[in-house]
Every structure is written in C-alpha cells, then in structure tokens.
C-alpha cells in the first residue's frame, strides 16, 4: 500500500506569491489533516478534512485555506506568502480522524516552503 | 483551549538504558485520545504508542510503554533497552474530535 504521498517535496516563493501543496492519502482513507511545522512553534494544527468537508480548524489566519477533492487528495492554498510562512507543512491521513476513533494518522515526508 | 506541554527539549540515554519523556496536557474533556509520535532525522513522522482517555490500563508496544495518569494530566512515554534506531524528535500529541495539539516535541540522543 502506498504511503502518503506530498508534492512538492521542496519549494522556494518569494514574499507577496502564494502556493498550493498537495497531499495524496493512503487509499481509504478519509480524513486528511494538515500541519505547520517550524522550530519555533513547534508542530501546529492547521486544519482537517474529511470526506470533502473541513472538520476542524486550527488558529490560522484565512490565507490559509484548504479542500479536499471526491478521491480524499487535499490540498492547501496560503496566499499573500510572508516570511514568517517558511515552514515544513506536514499532511497526514488515517481511516476516519484520529479524535473520536483514535486511529492511527499516517505521515507524509512533507513539503518545505521557503519565502524570500 | 487544549494544551500539550513537553518539559524536556532535549534527551539522551544510553544504549540499552531505559529513558522516560514527559508530557502533560491540559483539557476540560473526558474522551480523549493520546499519542507518542517519533520522527527521526529527516523521516517521517511514525505513531510509537497511542493511549485512550477512558482505559485506565496502560498501553504497550514491545520496548515502548506509557505511564498514563488522568487525573495528573500526564502522559510519559518509557523506552526500554534503547536502541540507536531510537533517536529522534518525539512528540506528545493530543486529539478530540479531529483536532489534534501537539507538544513542542523532545529530542532523543541515544548514546553508544
């Protein structure tokens, strides 16, 4: 079974851009969750989605937006990029959410963004 | 709001030695899922140990295991006979109804 899958693996945009990653589950799953992961602040919940619908939200401004496709892939839009954006953004995938059913949420290698 | 709070930055034990890292949380719920996650060095992030908030039994996975203490907030991982393969940033996380808090992450230095 394929893991899950992120694209681009590594990306560079200049300040004022925006950017969409990609984040491609484990097949059956539903809920895709995404992360923002810098050495300051540590991992940050961005938001989750499940069945094309966003489930929950971390606290984000609205230049980071979301959705999620029939097929489970999601992907993750920040427009108007600022420096402090520079980040690892983490996507992971599990069966039904990790909250209530408390199964396992799968990992993809990430997406490093860098603005300039 | 929930909060995970993981005391120790940084870790190190020595190969075959047993090491213990914190985590303490806070929140107003009673159902609840906790979770240790690794992630070595430029690897993914892996799922080590997960616990439910409802069984007061702890979790166990071979050399890793849990000390879960509800009514304290805390939720310390053990890792017994320490392995290089062990090395990594581990991460408290916590999740209720979909939205997960993690902890800031500890990083684990096995010595040989």
């Known amino acids: 079974k394929a893991g899950v899958t992120q694209t681009p693996r590594y990306l560079i945009k200049t300040r004022g851009q925006q950017v969409t990653l990609s984040c491609s589950p484990i097949?059956?799953?539903?809920?895709v969750s995404w992360y923002q992961q810098t050495p300051g602040q540590g991992l940050q919940f961005l938001f989750e989605?499940?069945?094309?619908?966003?489930?929950n939200k971390g606290n984000f401004p609205g230049r980071f937006s979301g959705r999620q496709f029939s097929n489970s892939r999601s992907e993750m839009n920040v427009s108007t990029l600022e420096l402090g954006d520079s980040a690892l953004y983490l996507c992971?995938?599990?069966?039904?959410?990790?909250?209530?059913?408390?199964?396992?949420?799968?990992f993809g290698q990430g997406t490093r963004l860098t603005v300039v | 709001a929930q909060t995970v709070t993981q005391s120790q930055p940084e870790m190190s034990v020595q190969e075959a030695e047993t090491v213990t890292l914190s985590c303490t949380y806070d929140?107003?719920?009673?159902?609840?899922?906790l979770f240790w996650y690794k992630q070595p060095p430029s690897r993914q992030m892996i799922l080590v140990i997960r616990?439910?908030?409802?069984?007061?039994q702890n979790a166990t996975e071979n050399r890793f295991s849990v000390n879960f203490q509800k009514a304290a907030k805390s939720f310390s991982l053990k890792i017994s006979d320490s392995q290089l393969g062990d090395a990594a940033m581990y991460f408290c996380?916590?999740?209720?109804?979909?939205?997960?808090?993690f902890g800031d992450g500890t990083t684990l230095t096995v010595k040989p």
């Open positions: 097949s059956g799953h539903r809920s």
């Open positions: 929140t107003s719920e009673s159902d609840y899922y």
């Open positions: 616990q439910e908030a409802y069984k007061q």
């Open positions: 996380a916590y999740d209720n109804a979909g939205k997960s808090t």
């Open positions: 992971a995938s599990s069966l039904a959410g990790t909250g209530k059913v408390g199964t396992e949420a799968f």
């Open positions: 989605y499940f069945s094309e619908t966003q489930r």
